[in-house]
């Protein structure tokens, strides 16, 4: 988070932050997110996290439907992977400096 924190300040981008443990995402902005950033649903998942490790996340994404993964996903914001930004059209999730660079290419330093 601290990197992307300082890259969006860097850039002079504003933004408006959540801490999604204390108001963890609903399910119906998990399915806009994955929509809207087009990755795999597991590319959702904080896969590093202890959550997804206790609650054998990794098994459980193999075969589980799309709907039982967003519930899942909204159930708990430490099972979310962040950082997550959107301008309300394209969805970024986690921190890639590169992907962030062509989606914010028309800010100037």
């Known amino acids: 988070m601290k990197k992307a924190k300082d890259w969006l300040n860097k850039k002079g981008i504003t933004y408006q932050t ?3 443990v204390d108001e963890r995402p609903t399910r119906e902005e998990i399915v806009k997110f994955h929509q809207k950033s087009g990755l795999e649903i597991k590319k959702l998942f904080n896969t590093s996290g202890v959550k997804y ?7 459980i994404i193999k075969t589980a439907n799309h709907d039982d ?3 899942i996903l909204a159930s708990d914001g430490m099972l979310v992977k962040r950082p997550i930004i959107t301008n309300g059209e394209k969805v970024l999730v986690g921190f ?10 028309y800010y100037k330093e």
């Not at 490790?53 to 098994?59: I, N, Q, R, T």
């Not at 890639?96 to 290419?105: G, L, P, Y």
């Open 69 to 71: 993964l967003y519930d």
């Open 96 to 105: 890639k400096e590169k992907e962030w660079e062509e989606a914010f290419a």
């Open 18 to 20: 959540r801490h999604i």
């Open 53 to 59: 490790k206790e609650l054998g996340l990794k098994d």
